[in-house]
């Protein structure tokens, strides 16, 4: 029976092309994580400061960035700022011309993130970030390298002229610290170009994938009725039964198969492109003020993890509605709504972001958030809203289940 | 093998769609006649579980069809009026669908899949997409699903409805043929499609049964008797007016008038032999839906 409904789904025009936009959604993550286009490029640039791309630029990024791996302790922060300071001294740098930039940018990759976090730890204040601080730092010490970290988010959450200062309870502000302190250091650099770039287009197969899906899924209850096939349906002996668990099997099926078989994809060809290495090397590397403490295999494993409940959840959802209101066009209007409606509401006050960060969109973008300053404090306790939303979802995707299932067991015709 | 309605009640708010409906049904075909609107459907969803009624019951063997839930529908076929499909499922898989949802294993359901094909006439057009057969082709399909449990009753909800004069001859021969050892509930507005096939017939008027019996039974109670009378053209009008008209044949003087009245419409007018049209005629004729009573 599950093969029949998959065929239902599948068997129209439309479904047909909406696993073709499924696929090129797929594609199209793919590409972005290959070539970086949405975000931080992945080029290398030459001796001749001309970008070059393509698997033999990554190649060469990659054995640039192999030569400074090891730990950012005082010894490497030491070699980073010398090296820094003589290629800033070098004709090309000071140079005007873009070109001759460039060619002292090229000498620069091989420590580049390094370099950025330099700008990180060493900025003005915890909300700014300026691309030539570490160009003005000319001694180091690695144990204020990384205490400043923790020094710029207490002067935040502490300074009455900011925001943050009201919007931070006294216990959510030691719990944000307390992350920090939280963090080990000292960092452990290599080669993680393939995994930034992985988690960085994470967000589109979840969020496009999921409109899609829930398209797909909208009818799998309704469209009995619009067909007017529902009388031969429910007078059957599995109808209200069987074959209702059927429609919740095939719905599961479709979310599961196309999300792990599409995230599976993507993983495997992005990591073979980019690069395997520096998956333990930590989120902070990209988040640098990041209050979730993870290294980017397991930031990429809850990446997965949240975007299946998001998707498993809004489906259900989406089933769910298609069964009580017998409507295909409001079953699928629903996940539009709460997938867009928090971006149009966010910022308009404190307590309606609260709400608005629980929504399961988040979910669906997780590495995204994990940058973000998130936090809830439910009966005096204080959490993070991604450890929140993952099991309310989930607890909620399985509470559909049973709702689906009588809906419309007890629907007749 | 019986099937027992019981005062049998259907209320839509103040609106009685079937008013206290009792009637046995056992082993053969019955057709429920009514015009549009006489609770035949309604009754025949209740028949399926599809609706409860209001009050009544319907006992199949003893039990009550809705305590029995699952066993019931076990024995059922049903082929509703507004006969729906899956567009884009062949005929084919159409029928091994729902042959899953009446919980025939695919074995089993493959072997009678075939031989209904073959007793549809379908078997060339097995592959062919739902939503690209004709409408006598789709209902074929429709009484092969239902037929695929081998039902113990099988409702058949206006099954000619939309068909051509030799589809519905087709169809009529089709459920002629499966009306072996089961009971088969036929309902129409059309009277030749049960004239011949069924043995009982139930005229259904306002929700109620109005009268049951054998066409032959119902021919010989009718409370009118039918004439056959010409009238000038200019008399055409007001005997359309007077009375039930069956039919009205121009001729090159008037009209030959068949009239179904208690009394003697015109001085020339003889008395004919009814037909069942005639008996349809005379309970409902008021209800055909022109106010001067013709068929």
């Known amino acids: 029976m599950v093969r029949y409904e998959l065929k239902k789904v599948f068997g129209c025009v439309g479904g047909k092309i909406a696993l073709v936009l499924y696929i090129a959604v797929l594609a199209l993550s793919c590409w972005l994580s290959s070539t970086g286009a949405l975000n931080a490029e992945v080029k290398w640039v030459n001796e001749q400061g001309k970008s070059e791309y393509g698997p033999a630029a990554v190649r060469k990024l990659r054995e640039a960035q192999t030569e400074w791996e090891g730990w950012v302790d005082q010894d490497k922060l030491g070699r980073v700022i010398q090296e820094n300071q003589r290629i800033n001294a070098t004709p090309e740098a000071k140079s005007d011309i873009v070109q001759q930039s460039e060619i002292a940018y090229s000498w620069k990759q091989g420590f580049a993130p390094i370099r950025k976090i330099l700008n990180e730890s060493y900025s003005n204040g915890f909300r700014e970030y300026d691309y030539y601080t570490a160009d003005r730092i000319t001694a180091i010490d690695e144990d204020t390298f990384y205490a400043n970290r923790e020094k710029l988010v207490k002067n935040w959450l502490y300074d009455e002229t900011d925001g943050a200062y009201f919007k931070y309870s006294e216990s959510e502000k030691q719990y944000i610290i307390e992350q920090y302190k939280e963090l080990q250091t000292p960092f452990y650099f290599t080669y993680y170009e393939g995994w930034h770039q992985l988690l960085e287009n994470a967000g589109y197969i979840p969020s496009l994938g999921i409109l899609i899906l829930c398209f797909l899924l909208a009818g799998i209850f309704s469209n009995e009725f619009k067909w007017k096939a529902d009388a031969v349906y429910f ?179 | 093998m019986d099937l027992r309605i019981r005062d049998l009640t259907k209320e839509f708010g103040d609106f009685k769609a079937v008013d206290h409906f009792s009637y046995d049904l056992r082993c053969g075909v019955y057709g429920l006649l009514g015009v549009n609107g006489a609770g035949k459907t309604t009754l025949m969803r209740m028949l399926t579980t599809l609706m409860k009624p209001t009050s009544g019951q319907i006992i199949w063997d003893g039990e009550d069809i809705f305590a029995m839930d699952g066993r019931y529908r076990n024995l059922l076929g049903y082929l509703p009026q507004d006969f729906g499909y899956y567009p884009d499922f062949s005929i084919y898989d159409y029928l091994m669908y729902i042959a899953a949802l009446k919980g025939i294993r695919p074995a ?188």
């Open chain 1, 235 to 413: 007078s059957t002996l599995c109808g209200r039964n069987k074959a209702t668990s059927a429609k919740i099997k095939a719905g599961f099926l479709l979310v599961t198969v196309l999300y792990w078989g599409a995230m599976l994809i993507y993983s495997l060809f992005t990591l073979c492109y980019l690069g395997f290495e520096g998956a333990s090397c930590v989120i902070q590397w990209q988040f640098w003020k990041s209050i979730y403490n993870l290294n980017m295999w397991q930031a990429w494993m809850l990446a997965l993890i949240s975007g299946y409940i998001g998707n498993l959840f809004l489906s259900f959802l989406t089933m769910w509605i298609s069964a009580k209101t017998k409507s295909t066009v409001f079953a699928v209007t629903t996940p539009f709504i709460l997938i867009f409606l928090p971006s149009f509401l966010e910022g308009m006050a404190n307590w309606l972001d609260k709400i608005l960060s629980l929504m399961p969109s988040h979910l669906l973008e997780f590495y995204q958030n994990l940058g973000s300053f998130n936090i809830l404090t439910i009966f005096g306790k204080v959490f993070r809203t991604l450890d929140v939303s993952i099991p309310l979802y989930l607890t909620l995707s399985v509470i559909l289940i049973p709702m689906m299932y009588l809906e419309y067991h007890r629907k007749r015709a």
């Open chain 2, 108 to 295: 089993v359901a493959k072997q009678r899949v075939k031989e209904l094909l073959k007793q549809v006439g379908l078997v060339k057009a097995r592959y062919k997409k739902m939503k690209t057969l004709s409408g006598g082709m789709k209902r074929r399909a429709g009484i092969a699903q239902a037929m695929l449990n081998d039902p113990k009753i099988l409702i058949l909800d206006e099954p000619t409805a939309g068909l051509d004069p030799s589809e519905r001859i087709r169809f009529r021969n089709l459920i002629s043929e499966l009306s072996e050892d089961r009971i088969v509930l036929l309902s129409t507005h059309i009277v030749s499609d049960i004239e011949y096939i069924a043995g009982d017939i139930l005229l259904m008027k306002d929700g109620c049964l109005s009268v049951s019996g054998t066409a032959e039974e119902l021919i010989n109670s009718m409370p009118e008797p039918v004439w056959s009378c010409t009238v000038p053209k200019s008399r055409i009008d007001a005997c359309l007016k007077a009375y039930k008209v069956a039919n009205v044949k121009t001729i090159p003087v008037g009209a030959e008038l068949r009239i179904v009245s208690r009394g003697r419409p015109t001085e020339d007018a003889v008395r004919v032999v009814p037909t069942l049209e005639d008996v349809f005629l005379c309970y409902f004729g008021e209800r055909t839906g022109d106010s001067d009573g013709t068929v």
